[in-house]
């Protein structure tokens, strides 16, 4: 793997969290509480694992550009829908770690009604944020993309 691809592992990384948290929602739902806590960890893991991805290939663009970002080149109405997407995902996204360490550590020491609690404004946010982080992608480098 090169720096390069880091964008479409982060965007990979991203889809494995959506599907690990429809998963992880599924099987609280149906009472299945010990496969429940191992999928939240792992959604937990492959999210940090995208922390990690994501670091790197701002640290890359940086070194290889003078710029952490990439230019988005849509136009017309894609412009302000990309930047709304953007800045409510990146500002949620901010608070995904904490809200999701409190969730995990209420879960794990089965502190159900606190967690419960938490888990209800937690998952609705990381959902967003891990969907969004896919749409970021295809809007940044598939749509969008210059030659």
Same mark, same amino acid.
């Given at each position: 793997?090169?720096?390069?691809?880091?964008?479409?592992?982060?965007?990979?990384?991203?889809?494995?969290?959506?599907?690990?948290?429809?998963?992880?929602?599924?099987?609280?739902?149906?009472?299945?509480?010990?496969?429940?806590?191992?999928?939240?960890?792992?959604?937990?893991?492959?999210?940090?694992?995208?922390?990690?991805?994501?670091?790197?290939?701002?640290?890359?663009?940086?070194?290889?550009?003078?710029?952490?970002? &990439?230019?988005?080149?849509?136009?017309?109405?894609?412009? @302000? +829908?990309?930047?709304? *997407?953007?800045? /409510?995902? $990146?500002?949620?996204?901010?608070?995904?770690?904490?809200?999701?360490?409190?969730?995990?550590?209420?879960?794990?020491?089965?502190?159900?009604? &606190?967690?419960?609690?938490?888990?209800?404004?937690?998952? @609705? +946010?990381?959902?967003? *944020?891990?969907? /969004?982080? $896919?749409?970021?992608?295809?809007?940044?480098?598939?749509?969008?993309?210059?030659?």
């Amino acid at each position: 793997m090169t720096f390069e691809q880091l964008p479409v592992l982060n965007a990979v990384l991203n889809a494995i969290s959506t599907v690990l948290l429809l998963t992880g929602y599924r099987l609280i739902r149906a009472k299945k509480i010990q496969q429940h806590r191992a999928v939240m960890i792992t959604a937990f893991c492959v999210s940090s694992a995208f922390l990690v991805s994501y670091i790197l290939h701002k640290w890359h663009l940086w070194e290889t550009t003078g710029s952490y970002n &990439t230019l988005f080149t849509g136009q017309g109405m894609w412009r @302000p +829908i990309y930047f709304t *997407v953007l800045i /409510t995902h $990146v500002a949620l996204a901010i608070t995904v770690p904490v809200l999701a360490i409190i969730t995990i550590s209420r879960g794990l020491k089965m502190n159900v009604a &606190t967690h419960r609690r938490i888990a209800r404004v937690t998952l @609705p +946010i990381w959902l967003y *944020v891990s969907v /969004t982080g $896919v749409l970021v992608y295809f809007m940044l480098y598939q749509w969008f993309a210059t030659a």
